[in-house]
């Protein structure tokens, strides 16, 4: 029987859920079709720009708000972050420029990412470990949701109404979800003190550097290029110069006295993240080229991904915390590894098969994200946990979308490596109708078989990098031991606390 306390936290951590979900739908509802979208706005090349500016905002402000949830609090941040968003989003939608609109979706997406780090931050700020499994789980959830039925519900409301109107809907989730959780959320014991602007600064600079980078290879330089090599070396500076300066400061943004536990589960979210969630954004396009061009089909049949990760991430969330991370990571790994195998012999066959390698890919990734997350938040203090958890879904995002960028620029080298264009000579004996079928029906069967050579290659180094994260995870044996420790100390404080509140209330 709940606490009449503990029922007014789970309302908040709707209220928050709901918040998650307008922030992780606000990345996507506009990716396909922008150009085509904005009609009505004045023609501009910079069209291009109107999803990655949210990215890129979205990614550079979650380590922020992570931290400076632990600086000033949950509530004066669960303030910020609605208003950026709900800011943003009605400047868009009286945008008269795209160039307007992209420099407001930069707004929008920092209050989104500011909105990410706090969710997650305030469930291991208001839960003890043992009762955080059902919490992590919503968010993760309202997150899943919110990424993978953003674009269709995007493209519905484009169709039926006018691209402004997305703006409105996910501004109204935000806004209900911000009202809940500021009537419901406890209080919490924080002390307040001085940000280090310049910590903040750069961490901004590396992770939304990092974000730009995937964002725009492939787009203004080529994968494997000298401007593309660049680009990573000046990511790489700014990660440490990031480093240097959280080293040296009284008060780091970064997460740099972290143990070699922690470091493990940073390396496996990102890893896994860019072999399993980055592979997701590329199984929409496979299958958009293998059928038809059905957005609304195609995003109904995550619904199979969903469906895989329920079950395994619901019971995880609870039981990591006897068995610990290790096993829950070799199980997934295990079996992201299969899926990447299946999805290379099947998904080209039909919806149905296409369907089933969804279903494995959401088992494996049950087993891994919210354990990660749920073991992460269980081994830092709850005054530094908006700092751990802030980087931790940071990286996350950031394997999420190199994933995507990386696997995309492969295939599309692939796709265009040995394509020839043609020219269609017209003269008297020509159908000019049959010849271009023709050449449209090769044109498509190249593609195909183009994929299918670059999936295989790609399917290769995943399952490699999965196999070698997993023999990564069968060392984590002693700090399972000790989050398992820890967990059972907080879990006797936790029981002792529950019986002075019931002593109180009678």
Same mark, same amino acid.
């Given at each position: 029987m709940m606490t009449a306390a503990e029922r007014q936290r789970a309302i908040a951590m709707w209220g928050l859920a709901l918040c998650v979900l307008a922030s992780a739908a606000g990345w996507v509802f506009m990716r396909f079709g922008a150009s085509w979208s904005v009609g009505d706005l004045p023609e501009s090349d910079w069209v291009d720009h109107i999803v990655p500016a949210y990215i890129i905002a979205e990614v550079a402000f979650i380590p922020i708000g992570g931290k400076l949830t632990d600086n000033l609090g949950v509530r004066p941040m669960l303030i910020l972050a609605p208003f950026l968003f709900v800011f943003g989003s009605m400047m868009c939608i009286i945008s008269v420029s795209v160039e307007m609109l992209v420099a407001f979706r930069f707004v929008q997406g920092s209050g989104a990412g500011i909105m990410l780090a706090l969710a997650f931050t305030a469930v291991g700020k208001f839960y003890f470990p043992h009762r955080r499994g059902k919490a992590d789980e919503l968010m993760t959830a309202a997150f899943a949701i919110g990424s993978l039925f953003g674009t269709g519900v995007g493209y519905f409301f484009t169709e039926q109404f006018n691209w402004r109107f997305g703006f409105v809907v996910f501004s109204i989730a935000m806004i209900v979800g911000f009202i809940v959780a500021s009537k419901t959320l406890p209080e919490e014991a924080h002390v307040r003190s001085k940000c280090d602007v310049v910590g903040l600064i750069l961490a901004a600079a590396a992770f939304g550097t990092a974000a730009f980078y995937t964002q725009y290879v492939e787009v203004y330089f080529p994968l494997l290029s000298l401007e593309s090599a660049l680009a990573a070396a000046f990511i790489i500076a700014l990660a440490a110069l990031y480093f240097v300066r959280s080293r040296s400061s009284a008060d780091p943004v970064m997460p740099v006295g972290s143990t070699r536990f922690q470091k493990t589960l940073v390396l !496996?979210?990102?890893?896994?993240s860019l072999c399993g969630l980055g592979l997701i954004q590329y199984f929409f396009k496979l299958y958009l080229t293998y059928y038809d061009f059905d957005i609304y089909k195609a995003t109904i049949m995550f619904l199979f991904l969903i469906a895989g990760a329920a079950a395994p991430s619901i019971y995880g969330s609870h039981k990591v915390f006897d068995t610990g991370v290790r096993p829950w990571i070799i199980?997934? +790994? +295990? %079996?992201?590894?299969?899926?990447?195998?299946?999805?290379?012999? %099947?998904?080209?066959?039909?919806?149905?098969?296409?369907?089933?390698?969804?279903? !494995?890919?959401?088992?494996?990734l049950g087993c891994l994200v919210n354990q990660i997350i749920c073991s992460m938040q269980a081994v830092v203090p709850a005054e530094s946990m908006g700092k751990h958890i802030g980087n931790l879904i940071a990286v996350r995002m950031l394997g999420i979308i190199a994933g995507n960028a990386i696997v995309g620029a492969y295939i599309k080298e692939v796709v265009r490596g040995n394509y020839h264009n043609y020219v269609i000579e017209i003269d008297s004996g020509t159908n000019i109708l049959e010849t271009i079928a023709y050449r449209i029906m090769n044109d498509m069967k190249y593609v195909a078989d183009a994929l299918d050579d670059g999936f295989i290659m790609t399917v290769i180094i995943m399952a490699m990098a999965a196999t070698f994260l997993t023999a990564i995870a069968v060392t984590l044996e002693k700090d399972d031991?000790?989050?398992? +420790?820890?967990?059972?100390?907080d879990e006797a404080e936790s029981v002792s606390e529950d019986s002075e509140e019931e002593e109180s209330q009678n």
């Open positions: !496996l979210m990102f890893m896994f199980i997934g +790994s +295990s %079996i992201v590894t299969i899926a990447l195998m299946v999805t290379h012999l %099947i998904a080209d066959q039909g919806t149905t098969q296409f369907s089933i390698c969804l279903f !494995l890919f959401g088992i494996g031991s000790d989050m398992i +420790s820890a967990v059972k100390a």
